[in-house]
């Protein structure tokens, strides 16, 4: 079992930048792969990004392109999302997730591990 609590959210303006992180226990945090996905209010979970387990290879989703960054550190068991250009639209709760999977993971219904996540607002 993984455990995943994320931190960073809060409120910032458009145009801010914000960076999350996901502190991860339990399994090996290296042998996962993780990614970030995020709910807006009335709408369904979206996949943002994912990073395979080494670090080596990532996927983001076009919306976040070239404004966000994931990243992690496995000596420290820490995941980051890095987020540039805030729009009011990015506004959600935001959530860490793990799989062993890198395929698998970039779809919501096929996640291992949640965490409870953490909100961000972006105020226009």
């Not at 935001?94 to 949640?114: E, F, G, K, T």
């Amino acid at each position: 079992h993984v455990q995943l609590v994320e931190s960073g959210g809060g409120l910032v303006q458009n145009g801010d930048s914000l960076r999350l992180s996901c502190a991860a226990s339990g399994r090996p945090f290296s042998a996962y792969a993780m990614a970030w996905f995020r709910q807006a209010p009335g709408k369904e979970r979206e996949f943002l990004t994912a990073i395979t387990a080494s670090g080596r290879s990532t996927t983001y989703t076009d919306s976040v392109k070239g404004r966000f960054t994931i990243s992690r550190d496995n000596a420290k068991n820490t995941l980051s999302l890095q987020m540039n250009s805030l729009k009011p639209e990015d506004t959600a709760v935001y959530y860490c997730a793990a799989n062993s999977n890198y395929i698998a993971i970039q779809q919501s219904n096929r996640v291992d591990y949640w965490g409870k996540g953490t909100l961000v607002t972006v105020s226009s």
